[in-house]
C-alpha cells in the first residue's frame, strides 16, 4: 500500500506539451497555412530577376517563452512561372528549388535594398522563411541560437518543407542569419561569420579560397573539383566637383530688373538649381572564372579593373532634387485650389472693369508712337478721364515687355511678331492631345503667367497680368481689331 501510494504521488503527466512543443507547433501551423509543404520547383532565374521583378511577403507573430517573434515569408513573383512549373511537374529532380538557386550565378551581385532582403543577395535564393526576435530581444546567446535552429528543422521536417528557413541573430545592424534547408535525401546548412576586422590572408582571393576548401573538406576527405570563382570590385564617388557639372547653370536672376528680355519670356527654365546625382557607383566584374585561371595574392593579381570584363555604372539620384521646370509648375497648380477673387487680390481698382463707358483701359495707355491706336488715344477723344492703372506687384518696366510679348502688333518694329502656326500643327502628332499650337497668344499667356507666379509675386502678380490681359482683349474686340496670335 505504502509502495502504491509513493508512485501516486511522484506521478508525472508527459502528455503535457512543453513551451518548446508549443512553439514548434505554432510554426507548423503556420508554414501549412502558407502551403509551404511539397512545393514545385520553379523555372530557372534569369540575371536580373531579384532587381526587377517583385516581393511578395506574409507575417506572422510567434511566441517562445517570453520573447516575441515574427515569421516572415518572402517570395519573387516572377511572370509566367506558373505555366513552367506545370510544364516541370513530372520530372523526377534530384536537387530541390533552393539548391538549384545557389548554383546559378546569374544573381550573384543582385542589390537589393529592402528589409530581410540581403538574404537572397548572400545565397542567391528566390523564396525563403525568416523567424526575427523583437528589437530588445536579439539572440546573442549561443544556446539560444542552437536550440531556435532545432526547432526550425523539426518544424521544416515535420511539414516537408523545402523552402529555406533562417534565424536572425546577433544585433540587427549586424544582418546576420543562421539557416537551414531539408528534402530530397539532403540537407544544407546558412552559416555566416562576423568579424570585426579582415584577416590579412582573407583580404586575397588565395586566402578565401583556402577558407572555403577547408570548411569544405573538414573531416571528409573528400577531393574537389575546380573551384568557380565570380569576382566584383565597388568603387563609389561621392564628392562632385565643378568639373562634373556638365549642363549649363540656370540663370538665377532671370526676370530681375535688366536681365528680362525678350529670349527668356519664350521659354520656361529646365534643369536642377545644383546637381542632381548624388552617387556613382561603377563595378567592374569577372564572372565565373576557373581557381586556375586567376592570381589574386598579397604579392600579384590578375584582378586589374581595366582588364575586366564586364563594366557597370549604378546612378544614384539626390532624393528631392531642386527642379526649376517642377517648381514653376507646382506653384502655378496651387492656384487652382485659390479662392480668392480679383477684388481680394487687386482691391477696388479691379472692379474697373465692370462699366464699359467710364472704365475701359488698357495696358498699353503707356506705350506710344505704335501703329496700331492705343486704348487711351481712342477713349481720349469721347472721355476727359485718363484710364488709371490697376496696382500690383509687377513693376512698369517688367510689365511693358510682357505685353509687347503677348501683343507684338503694338510697336512699330516688333521683337517678337506672330509667325505661321500652322507649322507647329501635326494632326497624328497632337492626336488626343489637350493644348494650344505652339507659340499661339494662348501658348505665350500660360508661359508669362507661369514666370510672374513664381518671380514676380505670386497669385497677385497673375491676377495683375490677368486683369491687363483682358483689358486689351475687351479694347480690340470692341474696336474690331484684330487679336493677334
Known amino acids: 500500500m505504502n509502495n502504491i501510494e509513493i508512485e501516486d504521488f511522484y506521478h508525472h503527466d508527459f502528455t503535457t506539451a ?189 586566402g578565401l579560397l583556402a577558407v572555403f576548401k577547408q570548411k569544405i573538406t573538414e573531416g571528409c576527405g573528400v577531393r574537389l573539383d575546380p573551384v568557380l570563382v565570380s569576382v566584383r570590385f565597388s568603387y563609389l564617388l561621392r564628392d562632385w566637383t565643378c568639373s562634373t557639372w556638365t549642363q549649363q547653370p540656370p540663370d538665377f536672376d532671370f526676370m530681375q530688373g535688366e536681365t528680362l528680355g525678350v529670349a527668356e519670356l519664350g521659354k520656361l527654365p529646365f534643369g536642377a538649381t545644383f546637381d542632381p546625382v548624388g552617387e556613382l557607383h561603377l563595378y567592374t566584374t569577372w564572372p565565373q572564372m576557373s581557381e586556375h585561371v586567376v592570381v589574386d595574392s598579397e604579392g600579384f593579381t590578375d584582378l586589374e579593373p581595366q582588364l575586366a570584363p564586364e563594366w557597370s555604372v549604378q546612378v544614384t539620384m539626390v532624393p528631392s532634387p531642386a527642379c526649376l521646370l517642377g517648381d514653376y509648375l507646382t506653384d502655378f497648380l496651387h492656384l487652382c485650389n485659390d479662392q480668392r477673387a480679383m477684388v481680394d487680390l487687386l482691391g477696388e481698382n479691379a472692379m474697373i472693369l465692370a462699366d464699359d463707358e467710364n472704365n475701359l483701359s488698357a495696358a498699353f495707355n503707356i506705350l506710344s508712337e505704335s501703329r496700331i491706336p492705343t486704348i487711351s488715344s481712342v477713349i481720349g477723344k469721347g472721355n476727359t478721364k485718363k484710364p488709371k492703372n490697376v496696382e500690383g506687384p509687377i513693376s512698369e518696366e517688367i510689365l511693358l515687355p510682357i505685353l509687347y510679348f503677348l501683343f507684338p502688333d503694338t510697336e512699330d518694329n516688333p521683337k517678337t511678331p506672330y509667325g505661321d502656326m500652322s507649322t507647329y500643327y501635326e494632326e497624328e502628332q497632337w492626336k488626343g492631345v489637350k493644348t494650344c499650337i505652339i507659340d499661339s497668344l494662348i501658348w505665350r499667356l500660360a508661359v508669362v503667367a507661369a514666370h510672374c507666379t513664381h518671380n514676380l509675386g505670386g497669385a497677385t502678380a497673375l491676377a495683375q497680368l490677368w486683369h491687363e490681359f483682358v483689358q486689351e482683349i475687351r479694347f480690340r474686340r470692341e474696336s474690331d481689331i484684330l487679336i493677334p496670335g
Open 18 to 206: 512543453t513551451e518548446w512543443e508549443v512553439f514548434i507547433a505554432r510554426l507548423e501551423e503556420i508554414m501549412h497555412e502558407w502551403k509551404m509543404s511539397d512545393k514545385r520547383n520553379g523555372s530557372p532565374l534569369k540575371s536580373g530577376d531579384f532587381v526587377n521583378s517583385q516581393w511578395k511577403n506574409n507575417m506572422e507573430k510567434v511566441h517562445f517563452a517570453d520573447v516575441e517573434f515574427t515569421f516572415k515569408h518572402f517570395r519573387l513573383v516572377i511572370e509566367n512561372d506558373e505555366t513552367m512549373k506545370s510544364s516541370l511537374e513530372d520530372e523526377d529532380d534530384e536537387k530541390t528549388e533552393c539548391q538549384k538557386d545557389i548554383f546559378n550565378s546569374s544573381n550573384d551581385f543582385a542589390r537589393i535594398d529592402q528589409e530581410h532582403l540581403e538574404i537572397a543577395s548572400y545565397y542567391g535564393i528566390r523564396e525563403f522563411l525568416v523567424l526575427v526576435p523583437g528589437k530588445r530581444n536579439a539572440i546573442i546567446d549561443e544556446t539560444r541560437m542552437k536550440i531556435l535552429l532545432s526547432s526550425i528543422t523539426i518544424a521544416a521536417n515535420n511539414t516537408n518543407c523545402e523552402v529555406p528557413i533562417f534565424v536572425q541573430v546577433q544585433e540587427s545592424w549586424q544582418k546576420m542569419y543562421l539557416g537551414t534547408s531539408v528534402g530530397r535525401g539532403s540537407s544544407v546548412n546558412f552559416e555566416m561569420v562576423h568579424l570585426k576586422k579582415i584577416p590579412l590572408h582573407c583580404k586575397y582571393l588565395t
